[in-house]
């Protein structure tokens, strides 16, 4: 019987030579980018061990003073959210490609809507404090237009998921378009909208946290006033009391979404 040869392999199969040369132009743009953005190796141990002692060390007595601050920072998210949501519910009906047939109302309403979730948090908070000044109002503002964008994206896709049947059985019956939307739009989306909105509420509990950092109130604020007075005893623990607020509110948000599924 005649022995079947095994396939030779080219030099650059054989040596790996594509793979390396991504490792190595990969490498260089590493050096590259480091170069040009000036970035160095240089770390100060002693004033990093200097924190960590001083934030081994909590000021437990800090705790009372910073629960207001701390509710403030809630409300500022759940007020945020719901404005937002709210703002977002017509907003994915106009957008959405089953409901709205006229492609120029439909692209311009999803042009404003990329505009509004191409602006970051940080930059929107910025904003707002230059606008309304320091406080939870700025705080509320920029949740809401941020809560705006996202909610209205993930509502108007999941209404074009929506079954057609009950759309095209009102409409037989005679319906006009708010009857069709509240009466077989509404109910087969709302389980999904109660699952983004408690989403977007976790990620602006987390949010508010740094908005408050730039002046948008809450307890934000306290975390950058103990950092700039070196008080990294009390720093550890308005970091302490945030994790723990978001743990819970993950906590409670993930067990609604889950029987909401």
């Given at each position: 019987?005649?022995?079947?040869?095994?396939?030779?392999?080219?030099?650059?199969?054989?040596?790996?030579?594509?793979?390396?040369?991504?490792?190595?132009?990969?490498?260089?743009?590493?050096?590259?980018?480091?170069?040009?953005?000036?970035?160095?190796?240089?770390?100060?141990?002693?004033?990093?061990?200097?924190?960590?002692?001083?934030?081994?060390?909590?000021?437990?007595?800090?705790?009372?003073?910073?629960?207001?601050?701390?509710?403030?920072?809630?409300?500022?998210?759940?007020?945020?959210?719901?404005?937002?949501?709210l703002?977002a519910?017509?907003?994915?009906?106009?957008?959405?490609?089953n409901?709205?047939?006229?492609?120029?109302?439909?692209?311009?309403?999803?042009?404003?809507?990329?505009?509004?979730?191409?602006l970051p948090?940080l930059?929107?908070?910025?904003?707002?404090?230059?606008?309304?000044?320091?406080?939870?109002?700025?705080?509320?503002?920029a949740?809401?237009?941020f809560?705006?964008?996202?909610?209205?994206?993930?509502?108007?896709?999941?209404?074009?998921?929506?079954?057609?049947?009950?759309?095209?059985?009102l409409?037989?019956?005679?319906?006009?378009?708010?009857?069709?939307?509240?009466?077989?739009?509404?109910?087969?989306?709302?389980?999904?909208?109660?699952?983004?909105?408690?989403?977007?509420?976790?990620?602006n509990?987390?949010?508010?946290?740094?908005?408050?950092?730039?002046?948008?109130?809450?307890?934000?604020?306290?975390?950058?006033?103990?950092?700039?007075?070196?008080?990294?005893?009390?720093?550890?623990?308005?970091?302490?009391?945030?994790?723990?607020?978001?743990?819970?509110?993950?906590?409670?948000?993930?067990?609604?979404?889950?029987?909401?599924?």
């Open positions: 019987m005649e022995m079947t040869s095994l396939p030779s392999r080219t030099f650059s199969a054989r040596w790996h030579v594509k793979p390396l040369l991504l490792v190595v132009l990969i490498v260089l743009i590493m050096i590259g980018s480091a170069v040009n953005t000036q970035v160095t190796a240089e770390f100060s141990w002693d004033q990093f061990i200097n924190i960590i002692q001083k934030m081994v060390r909590p000021d437990w007595s800090y705790i009372p003073t910073i629960i207001q601050p701390m509710l403030q920072t809630l409300q500022m998210a759940i007020v945020g959210t719901v404005v937002g949501a703002l519910l017509p907003f994915s009906v106009l957008a959405a490609r409901l709205i047939k006229q492609r120029w109302v439909r692209g311009g309403i999803r042009f404003f809507l990329n505009l509004i979730r191409a948090d930059l929107l908070g910025a904003l707002f404090v230059a606008v309304v000044g320091i406080g939870p109002m700025a705080g509320v503002g949740l809401s237009v809560s705006f964008g996202m909610v209205s994206k993930l509502f108007y896709e999941a209404i074009e998921t929506i079954d057609e049947g009950p759309l095209d059985a409409k037989a019956a005679g319906a006009n378009g708010a009857q069709i939307i509240l009466f077989a739009v509404i109910p087969q989306v709302f389980n999904q909208f109660l699952s983004y909105f408690l989403y977007t509420l976790e990620i509990v987390r949010a508010s946290t740094i908005l408050g950092y730039l002046g948008a109130g809450g307890v934000g604020l306290y975390l950058s006033q103990t950092m700039s007075m070196f008080r990294y005893d009390r720093t550890i623990i308005v970091i302490l009391m945030i994790l723990a607020v978001v743990i819970v509110v993950d906590g409670i948000s993930n067990r609604a979404r889950e029987a909401l599924a």
